[in-house]
């Protein structure tokens, strides 16, 4: 429940840093602007690795001084060969194929 309150809030905190773009506009140069010819520059986003939960005896009995405290990141990434897909091989789509069929 914690988890899910902070990454509520978190959300909730990165919309509104996000929503702070173009205050300079007002009036007919707001109502007229063209996000499109706005340059901006991609931001990768990274999440961290998915690390594997202890329970029971495997937590009760680890050893805190033999972790690493080193953390792992991944690049989330949009799009996927499924996306390029279109009829029936998008809905008959395997992805425990390799190949896509």
């Known amino acids: 429940m914690r988890n899910l309150i902070l990454c509520l ?5 990165s919309m509104g840093l996000m929503a702070q773009n173009r205050n300079e506009l ?3 140069a ?6 499109w010819l706005n340059k ?8 961290l690795e998915k690390q ?11 050893k805190p001084w033999d972790e690493k405290g080193e953390v792992k990141y991944t690049a989330v990434v949009f799009g ?9 091989a998008y809905k008959n789509y395997k992805p425990w194929r390799k190949t896509g069929r």
């Open 9 to 13: 809030v978190a959300g909730l905190m």
């Open 26 to 28: 007002k009036g007919p």
């Open 30 to 35: 707001y109502k007229n602007y063209k996000p």
């Open 40 to 47: 901006t520059e991609p931001v990768v986003v990274y999440t």
């Open 52 to 62: 594997e939960k202890l329970i029971g005896p495997a937590y009760k009995n680890r």
């Open 80 to 88: 996927s060969e499924r996306s390029k897909l279109r009829g029936p």
